[in-house]
Each structure stands twice: as structure tokens, then as C-alpha cells.
């Protein structure tokens, strides 16, 4: 599925050797649906060709105010009408502070001052003394109240070999951050914490027990709770997923781990989302050196429950909305609406593990006390998407009695 089709974007490109990663950004972008109009302005010509983003859009560049190729000569308006937003990649200190004061002095400002009601994203690209500079932080300040969505920027090396705030977006961060723009957001101001991946209980120092989750429903999910406007913290156990964008990430290991982990994080939560696949048991008797195979015999391991995450934070007082999940291979209605009853949460999501284990689809079926609602076979994120859309509507009303 394209996240962006039939969107219309106005691509603006400033002066900064980030210019290198808008040529990315745009290949991408245009991989999920979108139409891309380009403005760049001069000093972005010494840093990446007019040609070379033509190329690549398909469409003419926008370079001047004076274009006569624009019947009326007014591409600073006809631009922006019926696009879905401005992009501005790489913004610089310069341009920030041209928006922030109204300056319009070439194409790229005009257009951004005469947008009307078509959003502006600005992705700031500078050097960290530059961004940290008071002056930058009061344009900063002031475009936010216009309403104009800062993406970024992000921290590490720079192009003047210093490290620190500053630094553009990579291309496939700006593309994530674009489709969120998009997404509703019904759970802004909410904080939700969630888990993912399965966990690991040591035998030895070399092996252990674990289950087969992969940890892509819990990272789904964490990913649909930002681009629906929440402050995710994602508690994870061992994968092979990178560190989702835009979030905190908490690796653990254990069952135990992420039980401390959880209870950390969820005290200033609204919502939990105990997605990972955490060990019932963990080995009571775990050797601290491997031991050695004997012929004829297998080592006796003694096994000790572990703490019932879910069940704990459900039954905290005041404590967060508790979303559950249930991994099963048969029975999933029975054991899934059983499971909800034990742990006593308001909301459970079933899904059949042979179906769902590795595996980049899913099939989800949402168990609360009206009943059940199965949701069609989709990618993760998609159906990652339609249950956080259905949390929000069962959430309680702050108004409710």
C-alpha cells in the first residue's frame, strides 16, 4: 500500500550540504504515492543541480520568482494551491529566520508566506552552534506558534566534523515523519507505554530459553501510538529490529528486566500496550558457567514463575488503560476472552501464532466486554493503525462519570 498516494507536496531545498539527502528523500517519497513539485533556492543550486532533482521528480524546478513558464507569472501562488504541504529539506539557520520574521525575498519565501491554509514542515540543517544559538531558538520558538511542524532536527557528526544538535534528518526519518503528518491524531497528549519482541531466560551464560516473536507487531504499534500523537516509550525485548524512530527504546533481556523496566515507565502512563511475549518461567537453578553435555543425560532445570507484568499494571490503582495481548494456536475466542478476564484489562487482542509468528502480516481480533471485532488480514502497521484508532475510541471520556 502507498502511504502517500494522490498526495501533492511542494519540495523547497535551501542552501546546506544536506542537500545530498533531499535527492533520497524524494526517490523514497515518490516510492509511496506522492507528486512532488521542487523550489529550490540559489544558494541550494551550489550544493545539488536543478537537473539533478528534475530527474528525479519528473517535473520541472522552480528556481525564480520571474518564471515565465507559469501562464500568470505567479508560481509563488499557484504552487501551493491544492498541495497537501510544504516540505522545506534542508532548512537552514538563514531561511528560519527569514520564515520567522515574514521576509520574502525569493521564490521558496514567498511561496511559504503566500501558502494560505497548506501546512509547512521545516526540517532544520545546520551546525550545532548555529541551532543552539539564542537567536535561532527565538525564530524556532515563533514558528512553532504559527503552526508551522518542526521535523527535527536530529543529533551526531556533521559536515564541519563536530558532533551535536543539528543535523538533518536521514531521507528515511523525514519519509516516516512525513506519512505521520498524515496519520489522525487521536491520542495526542496521551503517554503510552508499550512492549515488544519476546524475552530470554538464561540456562547458562551461552544459552537460553526464548519464543519465536519478532517483535514487529510491538514495534507496529509503538510506531501507529507517535504518528497518532502520543509519547511512546517502547520497553523491547531481543530483536533484530532497528531502534524505532522517535521514541525512547528500552532494551531488555528478561522477563524480570522488562517487569523493572515497566514499572519505571508506567506511572506517568495512560496507556499500556503489553504486546512482547514474555516468559511465563525463568530457570531458578541457571548456571553461571556453561555446562558441559553428558552422555545419556540432560541437565534437571527447576523453573520459577515470573512476574505477571500485565496483571500487576492492571491492577495498579489509578494505574494506566491496559491493552493486552494473546498469541494463541487454537481457541483463540475461549482463551483469549479467559485471558482478559484474568488479567482483568478492558481491551484484548487475539491473533492465532502459527499465523502471525515471523511473519510481516496479521490478523487481528479485539476481545472487550461488548464482545469481539475482527479486524481483516493486513500488514502490521496497517492493522497496527486500525487498533490504535480502536483504543482511542474505548478509551474513557475525562468528562465520564
Not at 507536496?9 to 533520497?24: D, F, H, N, R, W
Not at 520564515?99 to 520574502?104: D, E, I, K, N, T
Not at 525485548?237 to 514499572?263: D, E, K, N, W, Y
Request: proline content about 7%; some cysteine; overall charge neutral.
Amino acid at each position: 500500500m502507498a502511504e502517500l498516494a494522490n498526495k501533492r507536496i511542494v519540495l523547497g531545498l535551501t542552501g546546506g550540504i544536506a542537500c545530498y539527502k533531499v535527492a533520497e528523500f524524494l526517490r523514497r517519497a515518490q516510492d509511496e504515492g506522492v507528486t512532488v513539485d521542487v523550489v529550490m533556492t540559489d544558494a541550494a543550486t551550489r550544493f545539488i543541480t536543478p537537473v539533478t532533482m528534475q530527474a528525479l521528480s519528473g517535473r520541472p524546478v522552480f528556481l525564480d520568482t520571474w518564471d515565465n513558464r507559469v501562464p500568470n507569472n505567479m508560481a509563488h501562488i499557484n504552487l501551493t494551491r491544492g498541495a497537501d504541504a510544504i516540505v522545506v529539506a534542508p532548512a537552514s539557520t538563514d531561511f528560519l529566520a527569514k520564515l520567522a520574521h515574514g521576509m520574502a525575498d525569493d521564490l521558496l519565501s514567498t511561496l511559504c508566506l503566500a501558502k494560505g491554509l497548506c501546512p509547512l514542515l521545516v526540517a532544520p540543517a545546520m551546525n550545532r552552534e548555529m541551532w543552539l544559538h539564542p537567536a535561532t531558538q527565538r525564530n524556532v520558538a515563533l514558528l512553532k506558534s504559527d503552526g508551522v511542524t518542526l521535523l527535527g532536527p536530529a543529533e551526531g557528526d556533521q559536515a564541519c566534523g563536530e558532533t551535536g544538535s543539528g543535523r538533518m534528518l536521514e531521507p528515511l526519518e523525514l519519509l516516516e515523519e512525513l506519512i505521520a503528518f498524515f496519520q489522525p491524531k487521536r491520542l495526542a497528549g496521551k503517554r503510552i507505554v508499550v512492549t515488544a519482541g519476546p524475552t530470554s531466560e538464561d540456562i547458562d551464560p551461552v544459552r537460553v530459553i526464548t519464543n519465536r516473536s519478532s517483535g514487529k507487531m510491538g514495534y507496529a504499534i509503538a510506531r501507529a501510538a507517535r504518528e497518532a500523537g502520543a509519547d511512546v516509550v517502547l520497553i523491547s525485548g531481543p530483536t533484530a529490529l532497528p531502534p524505532p524512530f522517535g521514541m525512547p527504546c528500552i532494551a531488555v533481556r528478561s522477563a524480570r528486566q522488562m517487569h523493572t523496566a515497566v514499572m519505571n515507565e508506567v506511572q506517568a502512563a495512560d496507556i499500556f500496550i503489553s504486546v512482547a511475549a514474555v516468559a511465563d518461567w525463568h530457570v531458578a537453578n541457571a548456571s553461571t558457567h556453561k555446562l558441559k553435555k553428558q552422555a545419556g543425560q540432560a541437565p534437571a532445570l527447576e523453573f520459577a514463575p515470573n512476574p505477571d507484568i500485565l496483571a500487576e499494571v492492571a491492577a495498579m490503582p489509578n494505574g494506566p488503560w491496559c491493552v493486552g495481548f494473546a498469541a494463541e494456536t487454537d481457541k483463540l475466542r475461549e482463551h483469549a476472552q479467559a485471558k482478559r478476564q484474568r488479567k482483568g484489562v478492558p481491551l484484548l487482542v487475539g491473533n492465532l501464532a502459527q499465523m502471525a509468528m515471523d511473519a510481516d502480516d496479521t490478523a487481528l481480533v479485539l476481545f472487550d466486554d461488548k464482545g469481539e471485532e475482527s479486524l481483516p488480514a493486513q500488514p502490521k502497521l496497517q492493522a497496527a493503525r486500525q487498533l490504535v484508532q480502536a483504543i482511542a475510541a474505548r478509551l474513557p471520556r475525562a468528562d465520564a462519570p
